[in-house]
């Protein structure tokens, strides 16, 4: 059975399969790049605290899947990605930037070694046609490359109580698995890819099943979920919960002007590898000294940051404000930024031009939010 | 939704309540519903000279900020600092401690052009 996205008539943007649940649950939506999504269904910061203390249900069905598959599957995707697939194992989940030739940044994607021969990349719903153009012009070794993103529903249930819904839902004992990995398994609903993974900074897991089957998935969760209090999350406290963590958005963190290195992800490069695109940039950039990075910064006082906003230091313009929200746990207004080197250490003392007004800020350890283990 | 008879309001969602020749401005229980979680006022400069229809202030949510909108030209005389420490009186009490200016007409009769209770709900159901 394929089932094809459906288009809203009035603004053509792409509807969720979870479209109608979305809606009777009360949901404002907006627009995500071509998508229709529940911004937020009663507050963001209640939705955040939920998954910051209970859990929470996310509809991600936007985003992209591409499977990899043939004998040249592993060493061909290890050119596509800076980070190094020998990390990855079947079962194994490996963060990457994809880079183009100059270093900038294609799109920030999930690897997922299905079988030694067999990849999932998950990639950013803004990033599909993007991404599947660029895999395409770059396949200067034979395999199959094949965009499931159409067939394909994901739901991200996150909070510290994600671990026991799940086990519920699937009659399932998780304790073998670990951050970073999956199982795929046969279920009544077909084929599950289960991943303990999410873009929260909390214990979670991202499901992925088949799009005919996410309406039942999702209410499954909230007939195991009602009693522990599960409650739906918007894409809003998605973005609340990401920026708290540090985890990059791409077209805010990344884009193709922003190299990896310098959104702080040397740590995602396979500096030992060398045969991939984008390898000899990032080895000048890196050799060469960097000339602005991104940094965490609270405002002193009040006033809240919004992507755009100018950073300045002795009223001269030093960087630029990527994200910036009110943070829901720490209760104080944050943001990241690309700054000029000299002006990002920890500590240094920084203005926000907010509408022509200067906001004192400082520059602070990031992740602002990191959950006790 | 409750909006009290005694006030007059906006197309732009503010309340406006008249005492003699004082004027009291706030944003509905329609609009703080509307923009939610209320983390952030930018309030006017008592002094400022306003004028009606143009922004005035600045309420922000989580997500984005919101323009506010004189309703009525003049000066502006008090400002509410206690939303500065507590923004989210706006969702609490819209009508009551979440006012967030003052000030003094510069012409009175524009109070007579703004929308009664019934007018604005009107404006309401019929979808904005």
């Known amino acids: ?373 | 939704m409750n909006y009290p008879n005694e006030l007059r309001y906006t197309k732009t969602h503010e309340w406006v309540r008249r005492d003699g020749n004082v004027i009291k401005v706030g944003i509905t229980e329609y609009a703080q519903h509307e923009i939610t979680d209320v983390v952030y006022v930018e309030l006017p400069h008592v002094g400022n000279s306003i004028e009606s229809g143009k922004p005035v202030c600045i309420v922000e949510s989580v997500k984005a900020a919101f323009d506010i909108y004189a309703p009525m030209s003049g000066v502006i005389k008090a400002i509410n600092t206690a939303l500065e420490s507590d923004p989210g009186l706006i969702n609490r009490d819209p009508y009551g401690s979440a006012w967030l200016f003052e000030l003094s007409p510069s012409n009175v009769e524009e109070w007579d052009s703004l929308m009664t209770s019934a007018q604005y709900e009107q404006v309401i159901k019929q979808g904005v």
Not at chain 1, 138 to 147: A, C, E, I, K
Not at chain 1, 254 to 282: H, R, V
Request: glycine share 10%; charged share 25%.
């Open chain 1, 1 to 373: 059975m394929s089932d094809t996205i459906v288009h809203d008539e009035v603004t053509n943007l792409k509807k969720l399969p979870l479209h109608k649940e979305h809606e009777r649950l009360g949901a404002r939506i907006g627009a995500f790049g071509s998508w229709l999504v529940p911004i937020q269904y009663t507050s963001i910061i209640e939705e955040h605290q939920a998954v910051r203390h209970s859990v929470g249900i996310f509809d991600i069905s936007h985003m992209g899947e591409f499977f990899v598959s043939g004998a040249n599957a592993r060493r061909l995707v290890n050119q596509w990605i800076t980070n190094d697939i020998e990390k990855l194992w079947p079962g194994r989940i490996l963060y990457s930037p994809v880079c183009r030739e100059n270093g900038g940044t294609v799109d920030d994607v999930l690897v997922y070694e299905m079988a030694v021969d067999r990849y999932l990349i998950v990639v950013n719903a803004s990033n599909v046609e993007k991404d599947f153009a660029w895999f395409g012009s770059h396949r200067s070794l034979d395999v199959v490359l094949q965009d499931k993103s159409p067939e394909t529903g994901m739901l991200s249930v996150q909070g510290p109580l994600s671990k026991d819904l799940v086990e519920k839902v699937f009659s399932r004992n998780l304790a073998g698995l670990a951050y970073y990995h999956f199982q795929a398994f046969q279920t009544d609903l077909g084929e599950i890819i289960l991943s303990e993974t999410g873009y929260t900074g909390e214990k979670g897991y991202e499901i992925f099943c088949p799009i005919h089957q996410v309406v039942t998935l999702w209410q499954r969760f909230f007939e195991h979920g009602a009693p522990m209090g599960l409650k739906p999350i918007g894409f809003g406290a998605r973005d609340t919960l990401r920026l708290e963590a540090k985890m990059c958005l791409y077209g805010h963190e990344l884009t193709d002007d922003i190299t990896p290195l310098e959104a702080g992800l040397s740590w995602a490069i396979g500096w030992g590898k060398e045969d991939f695109i984008g390898f000899e940039a990032l080895k000048r950039q890196r050799e060469a000294g960097l000339k602005h990075k991104l940094v965490g910064f609270e405002i002193v006082g009040r006033g809240i940051a919004r992507e755009g906003c100018v950073l300045k230091v002795n009223e001269d313009a030093v960087g630029r404000v990527t994200s910036g929200t009110y943070s829901p746990t720490l209760k104080k207004n944050i943001g990241l930024g690309l700054i000029a080197v000299p002006y990002s250490q920890v500590g240094q003392n920084i203005d926000v031009e907010v509408r022509g007004n200067l906001h004192p800020a400082k520059i602070i350890q990031t992740p602002f939010y990191k959950r006790q283990k």
